[in-house]
Nanobody, 125 residues
């Protein structure tokens, strides 16, 4: 069983930045692929980005590409989501997710079997 705990959410003005963290309890953290998703009010859970267990490959949704960056610190069992140039449409609850097995598509929620509780990000215009 893997526990994921997100932190770093908050309130920010448009154009500002936030860094989300997701700490994992996994013993072999570098074997896990990690994803970030978000759910805005009244909407489905959308893919934001993902990083492979080796940290060698990252994937991003088109809506955040060039603004958001995922990184991983295996020594701290933590994955980060650096969010720059935030827009009001980025307002959502952000979730991190983990999976230890190979997945053809890390862009879908169904690929992951562990989820954090979420952290709220609010971007004011």
């Amino acid at each position: 069983q893997v526990q994921l705990v997100e932190s770093g959410g908050g309130f920010v003005q448009a154009g500002g930045s936030l860094r989300l963290s997701c700490a994992a309890s996994a013993r072999t953290f570098n074997n896990y692929h990690m994803g970030w998703f978000r759910r805005a009010p009244g909407k489905e859970r959308d893919f934001v980005g993902a990083i492979t267990g080796s940290g060698g490959t990252t994937y991003y949704a088109d809506s955040v590409k060039g603004r958001f960056t995922i990184s991983i610190d295996n020594a701290k069992n933590t994955v980060y989501l650096q969010m720059n140039s935030l827009k009001p449409e980025d307002t959502a609850v952000y979730y991190c997710a983990a999976v230890s097995s190979f997945q053809f598509n890390l862009r879908v929620p169904a690929a992951y079997n562990y989820w954090g509780q979420g952290t709220q990000v609010t971007v004011a215009s």
